[in-house]
C-alpha cells in the first residue's frame, strides 16, 4: 500500500512538471497601448529603435522571453524557421531580453543559433519595473514570469506620430501554437493558406520534465 501511494506521489509529482512547462496559449486581440521603444541590441551593444526595424514590415512578432526560460527554449526553433521561411514576404521577428545578464543573453543565441534581430530591457530580476510586465498584466496574463510573451504588430496600422503605436493588438499570453501561428502569420503577409499536416515544423517537446536547449521532437 505503501509503495502504490509513493509511485502515485512521484507520478502526480512528474505530471506537474509536465503541464507547468506546458503553457501554450492561442492568439488574442486585446486592448494595450503598446509604445515606440529603443533598446540596446544583444549582440552589438548599439541603438535599435522598433519604429525603424518595422518600417516596410508587413507583420513584426515582438517575444519577449528570460534565456533560462524552458517555454522560450521550446519556442525559439520554429521561430527562427518563421523567419527563415518569411523574412523575405514582409515578416520580422524579434526578441526582448528579460531577467538575465547580457553574457547569458548571447550565449543563448548562440546555442540555440538564433539569427533575427535581439535586444534587451533588463538583466535583472526585478520583473515589476519592466514593461514586459506592464503589458502582460494589462492583457490578463496571470504567469509569475511570463516567458515568453507576444505582442504582434501590424505596421500598416501604427500612429504616424506620438510614443504609442497602438491601442488595440493581438497577443499571445504564453507559448505561441506553432500552427496557429504560422497561419496567423501566412494571412497577415497575404500568402496562400497551407495544410498543417502537410508542412509540420519540429518543435521541443513540452512534455518533458527537463528539456535541454535544441532538444527536437519530430511530430
Known amino acids: 500500500m505503501i509503495k502504490c501511494l509513493f509511485a502515485l506521489i512521484i507520478?502526480?509529482?512528474a505530471f506537474s512538471l509536465s503541464f507547468a512547462q506546458n503553457e501554450q496559449s492561442p492568439i488574442l486581440e486585446k486592448e494595450i497601448s503598446y509604445k515606440n521603444w529603443t533598446?540596446?541590441?544583444?549582440?552589438?551593444?548599439?541603438?535599435?529603435?522598433?519604429?525603424?526595424?518595422?518600417?516596410e514590415k508587413k507583420l513584426v512578432v515582438v517575444?519577449?522571453?528570460?534565456?533560462?526560460?524552458?517555454?522560450?527554449?521550446?519556442?525559439?526553433?520554429?521561430?527562427?524557421?518563421?523567419?527563415?521561411?518569411?523574412?523575405a514576404s514582409g515578416l520580422e521577428i524579434v526578441g526582448v531580453g528579460e531577467y538575465d545578464p547580457v553574457a547569458s543573453m548571447k550565449t543563448n543565441l548562440d546555442t540555440l543559433k538564433i539569427t533575427f534581430p535581439v535586444v534587451y530591457e533588463s538583466e535583472d530580476r526585478n520583473r515589476e519595473k519592466t514593461k514586459h510586465y506592464e503589458y502582460r498584466k494589462s492583457t490578463g496574463d496571470t504567469r509569475n514570469w511570463g516567458s515568453p510573451w507576444y505582442i504582434l504588430l501590424e505596421p500598416a496600422s501604427?500612429?504616424?506620430?506620438?510614443?504609442?503605436?497602438?491601442?488595440?493588438?493581438?497577443?499571445?499570453?504564453?507559448?505561441?501554437?506553432?500552427?496557429?501561428?504560422?497561419?496567423?502569420?501566412?494571412?497577415?503577409?497575404?500568402?496562400?493558406?497551407?495544410?498543417?499536416?502537410?508542412?509540420?515544423?519540429?518543435?521541443?517537446?513540452?512534455?518533458?520534465?527537463?528539456?535541454?536547449?535544441?532538444?527536437?521532437?519530430?511530430?
Open 39 to 55: 533598446y540596446k541590441d544583444v549582440r552589438t551593444n548599439e541603438d535599435l529603435t522598433f519604429r525603424d526595424l518595422a518600417k
Open 158 to 219: 501604427f500612429e504616424k506620430k506620438g510614443d504609442t503605436l497602438v491601442k488595440r493588438s493581438n497577443v499571445i499570453n504564453g507559448e505561441m501554437i506553432a500552427v496557429e501561428g504560422e497561419k496567423f502569420i501566412r494571412e497577415k503577409l497575404g500568402l496562400p493558406a497551407i495544410d498543417a499536416k502537410g508542412d509540420k515544423i519540429e518543435v521541443c517537446d513540452p512534455d518533458k520534465p527537463e528539456k535541454k536547449i535544441g532538444e527536437l521532437k519530430k511530430p
Open 63 to 87: 517575444v519577449y522571453y528570460a534565456p533560462w526560460c524552458h517555454n522560450w527554449q521550446h519556442d525559439a526553433p520554429f521561430l527562427q524557421k518563421f523567419y527563415d521561411k518569411y523574412k
Open 11 to 13: 507520478a502526480l509529482f
